[in-house]
């Protein structure tokens, strides 16, 4: 949405959002009863327990993904922003992070789970490179500070979710 400029997008992402809230409480919920009712013991109880964190995490993602939004509609919904660019492959690295990480945990897949642990460094090194990409464009030409420091939060957002699709693998 935001690389795009795609206002619509951004606002079904925001509007998404309470939906995804909703969600979260109402699998919450149902955890704590299957706790409650069926007092599963071993790997049952351990599953329920990953499933009460990972859906904590993907809230947090779906927090994070309003932020952005949020953000590309005040900041940088009138036209295309070159920042913007080097935000692009983070934000679709991370993506397919997330996708691959739920596809993993759907299937319980050990070994896939590692590989997207130790993918976060790439999205770590990503990061730090946009940084000082984006520190050389605001020295450059001081105008650009407001515009460089709301690329940073979005590059830090973006960097976020990384860091809890490798919290979902853990």
């Known amino acids: 949405a935001m690389h795009n400029q795609d206002?619509?997008?951004?606002?079904?992402?925001?509007?998404?959002?309470a939906k995804v809230n909703m969600m979260e409480i109402?699998?919450?919920?149902?955890?704590?009863k299957i706790i409650a009712k069926r007092q599963p013991t071993a790997s049952d109880?351990?599953?329920?327990?990953a499933i009460i964190k990972t859906i904590s995490e993907l809230e947090r993602i779906g927090d994070v993904a309003d932020k952005i939004c949020r953000t590309a509609l005040e900041k940088f919904s009138q036209q295309h922003h070159p920042?913007?660019?080097?935000l692009e492959s983070l934000g679709q690295h991370t993506v397919q992070m997330l996708h691959d990480v739920l596809d993993a945990f759907a299937r319980m897949d050990l070994n896939e789970a590692i590989r997207i642990y130790r993918e976060d460094k790439k999205v770590d090194q990503e990061y730090e490179g946009i940084v000082r990409q984006l520190m050389t464009y605001m020295m450059e030409d001081s105008r650009t500070i407001p515009s460089v420091l709301t690329a940073l939060f979005c590059a830090r957002s973006i960097e976020r979710i990384g860091d809890r699709c490798q919290n979902i693998c853990e």
Do not use: H, N
């Open 45 to 49: 109880l351990r599953l329920v327990m």
């Open 26 to 32: 109402a699998i919450d919920e149902a955890c704590v």
């Open 7 to 17: 206002a619509d997008l951004a606002r079904r992402v925001v509007e998404g959002d």
């Open 83 to 86: 920042l913007l660019v080097s």
